[in-house]
Structure formats: structure tokens, C-alpha cells
T-cell receptor, first 113, second 115 residues
Framework: DAKTTQPNSMESNEEEPVHLPCNHS???????IHWYRQLPSQGPEYVIH???SNVNNRMASLAIAEDRKSSTLILHRATLRDAAVYYC??????????????FGKGTHLIIQP | DTGVSQDPRHKITKRGQNVTFRCDPI?????LYWYRQTLGQGPEFLTY????????KSRLLSDRFSAERPKGSFSTLEIQRTEQGDSAMYLC?????????????FGEGSWLTVV
């Protein structure tokens, strides 16, 4: 079962910031928070990941709550190309089992022009 | 391009036929994963390899499915006696190690349609 909870869909306007929330109340101390997105008919694409501190890269920012039970992916200025399904995933460091990624249904982000 | 590549991208087959998909991971990535994705759902884990060793198989991987990574480089996923329920996108992904802080890189997927 997925260990994260995300809204099914969100809508935003082009060139405005977008905040995509994710709840992961059962996160363990060694779980990394990963975000991937998937455009139609393509494989998932890495966006960003973090452990405890907020992270920034050229695609997005990741804000992690102090208790790590929730996080927010921030797209600073959405474009039409950002319309995709966004997955928030916990990746453990146990070294065993299916330590790949366990996907939920993600958030379908709609961008209005 | 040095990303994960999958072949073929699309395959239409008749029920009962066998199909094989190939995945070439990013060079020097020890971990290789196979996922399956149906319409409207997120990808579901099938199996993964650490080098040439297949370390885990999901319950989704029935006896008709077999995956190999003979030399720890490319991998194949074979489906025998295909059924209509096998119609899905099959995704391959690779990662340097199993460490939680590593990124997992996905290929573009292989679409299977069983008619």
C-alpha cells in the first residue's frame, strides 16, 4: 500500500506558483521523500527529493515539515508543460525488499492557460 | 542519450502468444527494476535486480512472467501465453544502488496490447 496521501487533482493557472501537498504521517527516520511526475504516455520523470531540509533545484522546490509528516512540492511558475501526474513517494534505506518506489495514484495537475 | 532505453516501445500481440521486452539501464547502475502500469493507475512494482541477481518478485508476477539480467547489464521481461489482462505499459528503471537517496531513472515504457 502507498504510504503517502495526495489530492487526486489540482488546477492552477499558467505562470502562477503551484503548491502540491503530500501527507506521509508514517514516515520513518531513514525514508527519503521523492517526487516524480509523469506526462501522458511517458515514463515517470524525477523531480526532486529530500530527507529533512528543504531542497531546491532547477525544476522545483521541496518544503519538508519539521516533523517530516508532510511535504509540499512547489513549482514556482507553472507552464503548460508542467501538466502531469505528480507522485510523492517514500524511499526507504533498509537495503532489502522492494526498495524501489511504491506509487500511489498521485495528483493530476491541470494548468489553465 | 544515456538514459534507460526500452524496446520495443509498442507491441500488439494475439492472446496466447509470447512477448519479450528488453531494457538497457544506465551504464554502471547496479539496480534494475520492472514496473507495470495500467490506465489511470500508478506504476506497480514487479521485480528488481541487484546486478545479475533477481532479489524480489511481486505477487503480480505470475508464473507466466520471467525476467532475467544475465550479465548484470541489460534485462529482459518475457510474458508467456499472454492474456488480455496483461495489456499495460511495462516500465524499466535503474538506480546506482538501493540507497534511499539515490534517484531512480525510468525508461519511456513498452506498451503491450493483447488482442
Amino acid at each position: 500500500d502507498a504510504k503517502t496521501t495526495q489530492p487526486n487533482s489540482m488546477e492552477s493557472n499558467e505562470e502562477e506558483p503551484v503548491h502540491l501537498p503530500c501527507n506521509h504521517s508514517t514516515i520513518s527516520g531513514t525514508d527519503y521523500i521523492h517526487w516524480y511526475r509523469q506526462l501522458p504516455s511517458q515514463g515517470p520523470e524525477y523531480v526532486i527529493h529530500g530527507l529533512t531540509s528543504n531542497v531546491n533545484n532547477r525544476m522545483a522546490s521541496l518544503a519538508i515539515a519539521e516533523d517530516r509528516k508532510s511535504s509540499t512540492l512547489i513549482l514556482h511558475r507553472a507552464t503548460l508543460r508542467d501538466a502531469a501526474v505528480y507522485y510523492c513517494i517514500l524511499r526507504g534505506d533498509s537495503g532489502g525488499g522492494a526498495d524501489g518506489l511504491t506509487f500511489g495514484k498521485g495528483t493530476h495537475l491541470i494548468i489553465q492557460p | 542519450d544515456t538514459g534507460v532505453s526500452q524496446d520495443p516501445r509498442h507491441k500488439i500481440t494475439k492472446r496466447g502468444q509470447n512477448v519479450t521486452f528488453r531494457c538497457d539501464p544506465i551504464s554502471e547502475h547496479n539496480r534494475l527494476y520492472w514496473y507495470r502500469q495500467t490506465l489511470g493507475q500508478g506504476p506497480e512494482f514487479l521485480t528488481y535486480f541487484q546486478n545479475e541477481a533477481q532479489l524480489e518478485k511481486s505477487r503480480l508476477l505470475s508464473d507466466r512472467f520471467s525476467a532475467e539480467r544475465p550479465k548484470g547489464s541489460f534485462s529482459t521481461l518475457e510474458i508467456q501465453r499472454t492474456e488480455q489482462g496483461d495489456s499495460a505499459m511495462y516500465l524499466c528503471a535503474s538506480s546506482p544502488t538501493g540507497w534511499g537517496g539515490n534517484t531512480i531513472y525510468f525508461g519511456e515504457g513498452s506498451w503491450l496490447t493483447v488482442v
